[in-house]
RNA sequence: GGUUGUUUAGCUCAGUUGGUUAGAGCGCAUCGUUCACAUCGAUGAGGUCACAGGUCCGAGUCCUGUAACAACCACCA
């Protein structure tokens, strides 16, 4: 044995496992009857972003590693499903920034083309998250591997969407969304970032009273002004009109509880096609609703010409200046505030009226609220049960559809004839970018030249659609398919039935594999993700297999910098992990991630850390050195652990090894895997290289059997957490020393005699 | 605005149902080492467990309050 462990061997190692099958669990001929007889344990893997090299992040899916190493040495059968996504909106943003340093955009591709490149780009970057999962160690059944656009698990997602057009629970709808001008789509609330915002309340003569606002050039788009109905200040002016400044249009004043007499003036300025708020008033009060700005970020036509095509801070500067030139502008104060940005581009959000595809999710919720409030699904640690449930009680309906090309695009088609007020933008035969109404284009442009040259398509709001392309041509042959994608959410929220193999049309029909491992055991994940991707996962699988897709939830830490700040590119503190495991060695990198780290609390990742964990494991590598040289000087051919020979030092490294192996037992199935490797290093270190190897080095031969038996039940003890080093050491000293299993990483778990 | 979490040795953090002198790693000090490992060994210094009350025979641990920090959620102008 070198007199260093060598953790360049490790890809070896990675060979050897694989080839043996293990990762690769059997699914007996009647899987059903099986699961009865035994549970597998099962872990679906969060599929990391297919385009993207690991980050600090996905190296805790080492907890998920140690669960499942465990689980196959206790000897159930075990699934560890890999798999990666195409992180829509991620990727294509990525993308866009590489298009960015050519000169280049996204309008100077039509979207087949768009998505073709974006594909090459992702493909070309796709094994370098799997050579990274390798490179750590994980334990994933390769012939299993899966990817969010496989054919499969689209046509799956596709047949899920039908039935839940079916069951009612999809709509479209005008509704206000968050929209980002410079991304060009809208968003869920979790995608939006509130930030403060050092601004100005402008207060505006609007005549008969005035308003006080946050966004001046919203009052172009003002339908009504509200005030509360007990206001002795504003009472009589109910149900009158007043003249909108600037503009000149007829709006009615209304009476509204939620507005606050103390805010500002007591009246706020009502515009329903880009306010959250006044939405709500909008449709209450059935008001009209004019949309000011366009998907653009521009302004149109809805305001008077010389504003026109401006951006929202220029129509402010405009109307500000307008209003302080009519003596209209009261006065400004500051003011801060919470505005929404985009959580991709840090652009602020402009909150705006667009036909949007939706999910009703009441019932989905209601489900999925109860399953884990009766613990069915069990959420660890339990703190994020609380703030689940009240997320879940307070859902609203999820806008589902994105206006971006990479991803999947919705099973929609419209035929324009029937639809001619259809919005469409396109490339033409010449390069050039056209946006105009179906109507009006359908008599200059032959359809291919729009098919082939599409960019988007925005539909009315009641268009009439088909669920099927057949059924769309049968009612004429202009047909095209809703250039919307999917939320990434809606297709990594199928992800654990859809690995395995389930049948929406038919359920018997699913795959054996969904048959033996679903529901599956565990679901590992940062916390960050438990509303994004968790919380559809239960909400899908309760509803399309009526089970429960896992568990229990394991919520791991989030690994920061040496100082505890988290990993960000603007900090400039962002790990890479090949570098870690390339100068320490995978194993150190894996131990430094739990030791003696509390469940749930973040992880301050530094080099002090992964040299001490580097320093073990060449501790278990020496002391396995030293035995070997003990068994080379004594010579022995064979061992049997006799405890009437014991001496009392042997009595206590036994005794001691004993209460090891049932605490490491315990602190596993209670995920306190920072228990466990603290345990397991004091032990190993200090009790037994320390204080037991020191005190036989003149018995050699009496102590030999206690020396294999401890370091055996270390290297499997330890295996879960550091599995390089351990099979290493067993694979050179196994026949050495006597030891029966073939492989560490299959032989059975430590028992407490 | 709402919720949750954190506050223990110079640094990064453990401390499981409250139980005798509060622990680890790193760092630090002194000594040692050709005989498994200097990626080592031995010894040691260092903490009024954020603060103020309370419960208890007994509190780092449970309760109340305060402060600082962090995160999450959130359509108020």
Redesign the pocket.
């Known amino acids: 044995m070198d007199?260093?462990?060598q953790s360049a061997h490790e890809s070896d190692i990675y060979r050897l496992w694989e080839q043996s099958g293990a990762f690769t669990p059997v699914v007996p001929s009647d899987p059903v009857k099986a699961r009865e007889a035994r549970e597998p344990f099962t872990i679906i893997l969060p599929p990391p972003n297919a385009n993207n090299p690991l980050h600090a992040g996905h190296i805790m899916y080492v907890v998920e590693d140690i669960l499942v190493r465990y689980h196959r040495m206790l000897g159930d059968p075990t699934l560890w499903l890999p798999g990666t996504d195409h992180a829509g909106i991620e990727s294509q943003f990525v993308f866009e920034k590489e298009l960015k340093k050519q000169g280049r955009s996204r309008f100077d591709y039509d979207r087949q083309t768009l998505y073709r490149l974006i594909d090459e780009f992702v493909a070309q970057n796709k094994d370098i998250a799997i050579s990274q999962l390798k490179m750590m160690g994980f334990s994933l059944d390769w012939t299993r591997l899966k990817f969010t656009l496989d054919p499969d698990h689209v046509a799956r997602i596709y047949a899920v969407f039908n039935r839940m057009h079916h069951d009612g629970l999809v709509y479209r709808d005008e509704k206000i969304v968050n929209y980002c001008t410079f991304c060009g789509t809208a968003f869920s609330?979790?995608e939006?970032?509130?930030?403060?915002v050092n601004g100005h309340?402008w207060y505006i003569n609007y005549g008969p009273l005035s308003?006080?606002?946050?966004?001046p050039e919203?009052m172009l788009g003002d339908t009504a002004v509200?005030v509360?109905p007990s206001d002795i200040r504003y009472q009589k002016l109910i149900g009158t009109k007043l003249k909108l400044p600037l503009v000149g249009r007829e709006i009615p004043i209304i009476g509204e509880e939620?507005?606050?007499?103390?805010?500002?003036t007591?009246?706020?300025?009502v515009t329903p096609s880009h306010?959250?708020?006044d939405y709500?008033m909008g449709k209450k009060f059935h008001l009209e609703f004019i949309r000011i700005f366009d998907y653009d970020g521009r302004a149109n036509a809805n305001v008077p010409e010389k504003y026109r095509s401006l951006y929202p801070q220029q129509v402010r500067e405009a109307v500000v200046r307008d209003l302080e030139a009519a003596g209209l502008l009261e006065k400004v104060v500051d003011y801060s505030?919470?505005?929404?940005h985009c959580y991709k581009c840090g652009r602020p959000i402009e909150p705006i009226t667009a036909p949007q595809w939706f999910i009703k999710v009441k019932t989905l919720a209601d489900q999925a609220l109860q399953v884990v409030q009766d613990d069915t699904i069990k959420i660890f640690p339990k703190?994020?049960k609380?703030?689940y449930l009240?997320?879940m009680k307070?859902l609203?309906d999820w806008p589902v559809s994105r206006q971006i090309v990479w991803g999947h695009r919705l099973p929609i088609w419209y035929n324009l004839d029937e639809n001619p007020d259809t919005q469409i933008t396109f490339i033409d035969k010449s390069g050039k970018n056209i946006t105009d109404l179906y109507k009006n284009l359908k008599d200059n442009f032959d359809f291919a030249q729009i098919k082939n040259g599409l960019q988007s398509l925005i539909a009315p709001v009641n268009a009439k659609y088909y669920l099927t392309e057949a059924e769309a041509l049968q009612a004429g042959e202009h047909t095209l398919q809703e250039t919307d994608t999917f939320d990434t959410w809606f297709s990594s929220g199928q992800w654990p039935y859809s690995t395995l193999g389930f049948n929406p049309e038919d359920p018997s029909k699913s795959a054996p594999d969904f048959k033996y491992f679903y529901p599956t055991s565990l679901l590992d994940t940062m916390?960050?993700i438990l509303?994004?991707w968790v919380a559809r996962m239960i909400m899908f699988g309760l509803y399309v297999t009526g089970k429960v897709p896992f568990e229990v939830v394991h919520l791991h830490s989030r690994v920061?910098d040496?100082?505890?700040q988290?990993m960000s590119k603007s900090r400039g503190n962002v790990i890479n992990p090949s570098t870690f495991v390339a100068q320490y060695g995978a194993d150190a990198l894996r131990f430094a991630l739990v030791?003696?780290?509390?469940?749930?609390?973040?992880?301050?990742l530094?080099e002090?850390?992964l040299?001490?964990?580097?320093?073990?494991?060449?501790?278990l590598w020496?002391?396995a050195?030293?035995i070997e040289?003990?068994v080379d000087k004594v010579g022995i051919t064979g061992f049997s652990l006799d405890p009437a020979k014991f001496n009392a030092d042997d009595k206590a490294i036994i005794a001691e090894l004993n209460r090891v192996i049932a605490a490491t037992t315990?602190?596993i199935n209670?995920y306190?895997f920072?228990?466990a490797s603290?345990d397991l290093?004091?032990f190993f270190?200090?009790q037994f290289?320390?204080?037991y190897?020191?005190k036989v080095?003149d018995r050699p031969a009496e102590a030999l059997p206690v020396l294999a038996h401890v370091l055996l039940n270390s290297l499997k003890l330890l295996h879960p957490f550091i599995p390089f080093v351990t099979e290493t050491i067993y694979q050179t000293l196994k026949e050495k020393l006597h030891y029966t299993e073939a492989l560490l990483i299959t032989a059975a778990w430590p028992q407490n005699d």
């Not at 308003?211 to 966004?215: D, H, M």
């Open positions: 007199k260093a462990y609330n979790l939006v970032v509130h930030k403060t309340l308003v006080a606002t946050t966004r919203t509200a509360n939620s507005v606050d007499p103390e805010f500002g007591g009246a706020v300025k306010s959250p708020e709500d505030h919470e505005v929404g703190r994020f609380k703030s009240t997320w307070n609203r916390w960050d509303f994004f920061n040496a100082q505890g988290k030791y003696g780290v509390a469940p749930g609390s973040d992880i301050s530094s002090d850390k040299r001490a964990q580097r320093n073990f494991v060449n501790k020496n002391a050195r030293f040289l003990m315990k602190n209670r306190h920072g228990a603290e290093y004091q270190w200090h290289c320390d204080i190897i020191e080095k």
